[in-house]
């Protein structure tokens, strides 16, 4: 019997080992997602001690006091058992990277639970170890927080020295920078304009969608070569002074901005913060530099630029200086003119929806002025690739996919649901809503219920604050052909058992932390 219990023991020692592991991961993912922001990483805390491990919590702090019996530690293993089978089919959309930087924390993490473990054992009398095991399960999230608290001078170090030695090659290589910033439509005006210049030029891009300091220092540290003539970088803001200490990094010589939206306004606080910030890119040129602006966007219009470099618009109003009309649209791709400087010329791409037209035309007219010729454009363009979730299209298991996953914005959404109706029907959109949009959320995502309504024969909703008040919209026209999930995966087995073929939008697949 004293073998058996001894078994028992060491079980309950393995299991809370197991579910500590799977609490401590899916907090770290969560605080990786949210960029290591200690203001979002706090939602995570709360949502784990009032949302979805609510009711693990009660259960545990009841068992506690009652593990010195060999049958509630029985009952303790099934229950985290059962618990870790179940959080187990929960899939994440994104896996948690194993950087450095996560590796230093689990370390610190681990030393923060053996330091106030042992206290717990000292000051207070428990029944078992396992009781002090089964408190830092309960307390978890909130000695990950103050880990990342203890890590934070250190990592900011880290960080400052990547920054530095970045700046320091730059300076070293003199190489042209091109600034991209905007709201919505950065990385695919990124991937366009190397097209346009890398046949020219000796041009890096910085990869996939590295935008932050860190991610550009990276690259730039890891990537730059001194025969670089030209390097393009994606800057990103999610919250103020980002863009500015983009610019004091790189010092870019030219610069476009895409456009304004309600993108980050949650943490930006108002529309005129994200402009003022966006802008910092336009106001950081030389004289001698290049700003491409987007003409058809009033709230970059109205902005007083306090650079003296040479501002070129571009849009749909033929008041620009690169101006993009007669568009024809469908599931083929796009044409349109393009008329500047007196010239007039015809382009086609493969690309499909209508803000790709304004990314073409912004890059066309920083192209242009760079010296490109016109015909090597119009070549280039009639290239360009589809970028995977960015309006890409798939065939798979008698369905076409329309991937505009990476992320979204009121504008994309709008253009993604135009090229939507292109397609036979039935019409199935997988969608979140949009998210971050602060004060705008509610009404962005009502107003694009009714959108949705008039496009689709099916809205599969995964479940987040956006998506919830498109549901609302979509109650109140009495649309019924709508059911909202608990995530990706549930969306794709809820629609394969609907239908057997048709036309999938999945619009926007957000990340962990936005479902919270």
């Not at 009841?62 to 179940?86: A, E, H, S, W």
């Not at 930006?268 to 913060?273: C, G, P």
């Not at 070129?312 to 024809?328: N, R, S, T, V």
């Not at 791709?333 to 790709?356: A, C, D, P, S």
């Amino acid at each position: 019997m004293e073998l058996f219990k001894n078994v028992i023991e060491y079980l309950s020692i393995i299991i809370s080992a197991l579910m500590f592991v799977r609490i401590t991961n899916h907090q770290l993912n969560l605080l990786q997602q949210s960029h290591y922001h200690f203001s979002s990483f706090k939602k995570s805390i709360r949502y784990f001690y009032l949302g979805s491990w609510n009711n693990f919590l009660w259960p545990l702090i009841v068992m506690i006091f009652f593990l010195d019996k060999y049958y509630i530690q029985i009952i303790y293993i099934i229950y985290l058992g059962i618990l870790l089978y179940l959080k187990h089919q929960t899939k994440v959309t994104i896996k948690l990277k194993f950087t450095p930087r996560i590796q230093r924390l689990y370390f610190i993490i681990l030393v923060i639970n053996i330091l106030v473990g042992s206290s717990l054992l000292y000051l207070f009398i428990l029944p078992e170890l396992i009781s002090a095991l089964g408190i830092l399960l309960l307390i978890s999230p909130v000695l990950i927080f103050i880990s990342s608290l203890i890590t934070f001078p250190i990592e900011e170090l880290i960080a400052k020295y990547y920054h530095f030695r970045a700046k320091k090659k730059l300076s070293k290589y003199q190489t042209t920078i091109i600034g991209i910033t905007g709201s919505y439509g950065k990385t695919s005006t990124k991937n366009i304009l190397y097209s346009m210049l890398k046949e020219e030029y000796q041009v890096l891009a910085t990869e996939k969608s590295y935008n932050t300091m860190n991610g550009v220092s990276k690259n730039i540290n890891n990537l730059l070569d001194k025969l670089h003539q030209m390097m393009i970088v994606e800057m990103g803001a999610t919250r103020r002074k980002d863009i500015t200490k983009l610019v004091d990094l790189t010092h870019p010589k030219y610069g476009i901005v895409t456009g304004i939206g309600p993108q980050h306004l949650e943490s930006f606080k108002s529309l005129e913060n994200i402009v003022n910030e966006k802008m910092q890119l336009i106001d950081s040129l030389p004289s001698d530099g290049i700003g491409i602006i987007n003409g058809d966007d009033n709230l970059i219009e109205n902005y007083n630029i306090q650079s003296q470099c040479r501002i070129i618009k571009f849009g749909l109003d033929k008041k620009c200086d690169y101006w993009a009309h007669e568009i024809k649209k469908g599931n083929q791709g796009l044409e349109f003119k393009i008329t500047y400087q007196g010239r007039e010329v015809t382009v086609k791409t493969k690309l499909l929806g209508k803000h790709n037209v304004l990314n073409i035309l912004a890059c066309f007219a920083l192209a242009r002025e760079l010296g490109v010729k016109e015909s090597d454009l119009v070549y280039q363009i009639m290239l360009l690739e589809p970028v995977k979730n960015r309006l890409s299209i798939d065939v798979n298991d008698g369905f076409t996919i329309i991937d505009d996953a990476f992320n979204s914005n009121p504008i994309g959404f709008r253009n993604a649901l135009e090229v939507l109706s292109y397609y036979p029907s039935p019409k199935i959109i997988i969608t979140p809503g949009i998210v971050e949009a602060g004060e705008k959320e509610e009404e962005i995502n009502y107003q694009l219920s009714q959108l949705i309504s008039k496009v689709c024969d099916f809205i599969i909703l995964v479940k987040t604050k956006g998506s919830i008040h498109i549901l609302r919209g979509l109650e109140e026209i009495n649309y019924s052909n709508v059911i909202i999930v608990d995530s990706f995966q549930k969306a794709i087995k809820t629609m394969k058992e609907k239908y057997q073929s048709g036309t999938v939008l999945i619009e926007n697949d957000v990340s962990d932390i936005y479902k919270i």
